[in-house]
């Protein structure tokens, strides 16, 4: 009797999804750019949320897959849990008014650019892309390895070398989809966490790992993690050196665990 291998949707699914939602952000974040008006955030919000379903929707008329490969979303989004816990378990062992400040004298002469805030926002979801993407078990594990890695360096940085970035004012009049967003960024997350900058070692780090995908997702993936290196920097949420330090983190992290002939 031949054994029936169980296939499933469900990553191909949740690949739409995580794509759909950060090109959401970066098509919101070109459209203030432009000074397109854009509608209040509840609508906006709304807005993305068809889009995404839509996304969804559609990936069901594609092909399935082995079952062992569609329990990668979860751990995806299971290692983004493991960075959040270990972000702000950092932070609250951390006392900001000790900790470091860097002279960055090029980030001073750099304008507050608030519609960059939904690219900036996109790398949680941005992160979890290659473990709906890539198509062996082997990268997959690999992939997962460099992005505990990462984090887990970060964390470790972050509580013995505390380094601390304190935001421009953000008028509460300031219109636009992307200040309102930014407030919420201001508000939840902490100045410290600085050095280096996870958020950007690992966006670069994902944009890496899609090279094993498609041409198409890959060049997509290259320019996402440009674009939320850059957004990092226009949001002022970490100096020049976070930024640097964790794009190095990231090649060191994707030199490590690089596929073995």
């Known amino acids: 009797m031949t054994d029936v291998k169980r296939t499933t949707h469900s990553r191909r699914v949740a690949l739409h999804a995580v794509v759909a939602l950060v090109a959401c952000g970066q ?3 070109v459209l203030e ?3 397109v008006p854009l509608w ?3 609508l906006v919000l709304g807005a993305e949320s068809v889009v995404v379903v839509t996304a969804m929707l559609l990936a069901l008329r594609g092909g399935p897959e082995p079952d062992e490969l569609g329990r990668w979303a979860a751990i995806g989004f299971g290692a983004w849990f493991v960075w959040g816990l270990l972000y702000f378990g950092a932070a ?3 006392d900001a008014p000790t900790a470091r400040v860097f002279e960055d004298t090029i980030l001073a002469r750099l304008p507050l650019r608030p519609a960059f805030t939904p ?3 996109g790398v949680h979801v941005f992160s979890v892309v290659p473990y709906c993407s890539l198509p062996e078990p082997r990268l997959l594990r690999r992939y997962l390895l460099g992005n505990l890695l990462i984090v887990s360096l970060s964390a470790v940085a972050w509580v013995t070398l505390p380094v601390r970035l304190d935001r421009p004012p953000l008028a509460a009049e300031l219109p636009g989809f992307g200040a309102w967003l930014l407030r ?3 508000a939840g997350d902490p100045v410290t ?3 280096p900058s996870a958020h950007c070692s690992v966006a670069v780090y994902a944009a890496i790992g899609l090279r094993f995908t498609s041409r198409r997702l890959f060049l997509w993936g290259i320019a996402t993690a440009v674009a939320i290196c850059a957004s990092t920097i226009l949001t002022k949420q970490h100096y020049l050196a976070d930024v640097a330090a964790g794009v190095v983190l990231a090649g060191l992290a994707a ?3 690089a596929r073995r002939r």
Do not use: E, G, K, Q
Request: hydrophobic letters at 50%; a neutral charge.
């Open 33 to 35: 750019l432009m000074h």
């Open 27 to 29: 098509v919101l974040s």
């Open 193 to 195: 966490n600085c050095f």
């Open 255 to 257: 030199y490590a665990i």
């Open 119 to 121: 690219i900036y926002l």
């Open 92 to 94: 609250h062992i951390t």
């Open 184 to 186: 919420l960024v201001y």
């Open 40 to 42: 209040p955030p509840p």
